[in-house]
């Protein structure tokens, strides 16, 4: 027997190193990350230290963020530990109508619902329920991820992972990925979209120069992929940025500061008028904080 327990304490020894050493590695690999970018982060048409990139590779979507944030670590840490701040979060894009984060002997759901841009029911919003896995929590690395099966449209495999890094102590380096994967259905509503209101839209990263110097965006799905990573990097920036208020007015600090963040990106993400959007997430806002079958 106390053999038995000597091994199974050396095995549980060898299985946290190993945790530990995969941390770092990925502490690590951010870190190499933020030195790579350090001229694309310096010098770039966002107007703040940001990096976009997309790629489409068979049936998957994937868009990327890497970006230095004006709020401290342990400041982004304690925040995106707390399930109901992942609400706070993902209940910011227009097209988010619900988000209720529930723990359970599985852990924790954030159950979402997704629909149109403008005001909707709940009930005729695709419902998408992701789970929230906490990978990293020490003091120099941070890391969650989100991830749904199933999402509207035949679309699946949904993931979103954030990890940070601290630079100093009120700045932190963050990557945000956001991937999809899509079939038959998702490929066909995509094609639909782009081929009517999503024609003219674009994405983030330049493609070239037209004869006037102008620079040419990305379109089609990368477009649409860039538009959405970075909607979502702008609420997570304006969570932490609205954390610094009483917590009575926190929401009104953030529904104003992703909106105004977002039209500084007009030609990408402007879809309605700011006092439409602060009315409609502030009825949404006091929505989510019942749970919706």
Known sequence: MKRLLLALRLLLALLLAGSAGAVMADANELRAMHAQLREQLRNNSYQRALYIESAETGDTLKGEVYAVLDHSFATLSEALKD?????????????????????????????????RKADQAVNNAYRVDFTLRPVA??????????NAGKGPLGTHDYRIVLSAVPLDGKRTFMHLSYAYGYGGMGRMAMQGYLSTVGANKVGFSITGRD???????????RGAIERNVMRYFLAVDSHLASLSAAPDQQLEKRITTWFDATEKYARQLHE????????????????QQAMIE
Not at 272 to 287: F, I, P, Q, V
């Open 211 to 221: 004869g006037s110097g102008q620079p040419i965006y990305t379109g089609g799905v």
């Open 272 to 287: 309605m008028d700011r006092s439409t959007y602060l009315a409609m997430k502030r009825g949404e806002y006091e929505r």
């Open 83 to 115: 399930p109901n701040g992942w609400c706070d979060i993902l209940i910011l894009p227009f097209n988010t109508k619900y988000c209720h984060p529930v723990t359970g002997a599985n852990g924790t759901q954030l159950l979402m619902r997704i629909g």
């Open 137 to 146: 929590a020490s003091a120099d690395y941070f890391e969650s991820r989100l």
